[in-house]
C-alpha cells in the first residue's frame, strides 16, 4: 500500500496544464474544494472558444454565481457553460459528463480538475464513456506541493483520503470491466 501511494503522490505533483491539443471539442470542470477548477475552466473556455460543462453544481447555483467566481461577464456564462447539478460525486461527474459529451455528439474532452483528483476523475469519466478521450489540464489546489504531503496535514488528510477513494473506484472499474461480455472475434 504503501508503494502504491507513493505512486499516486509522484503522479499528482507531477500535475501539468498542458498547451491544450487543437483538436479538442469541449472542457468539463468537475467541481470540488476549490473554485480554482471553475476559474481555470472557464478561462480555457473562453481563449479555445469551446462549450463548457461545469459538472457537479450545486443546485442553487446560479449563472450569475459562476461569472462573480472567475471574475466574467454574465453574458460569457450565459452563451457557452452548461450547470450540471446532477453529479454528487466523481462517479456522477463521470455519469453526467458521459451523458452531457453524447447529447452533443462531443468525444474529445479536457477535463479541468485538482491535481490529486485527476486519477480518479480519468477513471470514472473512462468507465461512463469509453469511447470518450479525455484530455487532463489539472489546477494546483493542494497547499504544499503534493510531494510534500507530509509537511501539512491537511494536504496529507487530502490526499490519503483521495488515494483511497481512488483504490475503490479502481477496483468497481475492474469489476464493471469484468462484468460486460467480451465479443467473440473468431467470427
Not at 6 to 14: E, H, I, K, L, N
Request: hydrophobic share 40%; proline share 5%.
Amino acid at each position: 500500500a504503501g508503494y502504491d501511494f507513493s505512486r499516486f503522490v509522484a503522479r499528482a505533483d507531477r500535475a501539468v496544464t498542458p498547451d491544450p491539443p487543437i483538436n479538442a471539442q469541449a472542457i468539463t470542470a468537475l467541481t470540488g474544494a476549490s473554485n480554482a477548477r471553475i476559474v481555470a475552466a472557464v478561462q480555457l473556455a473562453d481563449s479555445l472558444q469551446l462549450p463548457l460543462l461545469i459538472s457537479g453544481v450545486h443546485v442553487d447555483t446560479r449563472p450569475e454565481d459562476i461569472a462573480e467566481i472567475a471574475g466574467v461577464d454574465l453574458k460569457e456564462i450565459e452563451c457557452c457553460v452548461t450547470l450540471g447539478k446532477a453529479a454528487a460525486s466523481t462517479e456522477g461527474n463521470g455519469s453526467e459528463v458521459a451523458e452531457w459529451a453524447r447529447r452533443r455528439n462531443i468525444s474529445r474532452v479536457i477535463v479541468v480538475t485538482s491535481e490529486y483528483h485527476m486519477d480518479r476523475a480519468m477513471l470514472e469519466l473512462h468507465r461512463f464513456m469509453p469511447e470518450g478521450h479525455f484530455i487532463p489540464h489539472e489546477v494546483t489546489t493542494t497547499k504544499v506541493r503534493p510531494r510534500d504531503w507530509f509537511r501539512d496535514p491537511a494536504t496529507a488528510h487530502r490526499l490519503i483520503e483521495e488515494w483511497a477513494k481512488y483504490r475503490i473506484a479502481s477496483l468497481r472499474a475492474k469489476q464493471t470491466t469484468a462484468a460486460t461480455p467480451q465479443k467473440d472475434h473468431a467470427g
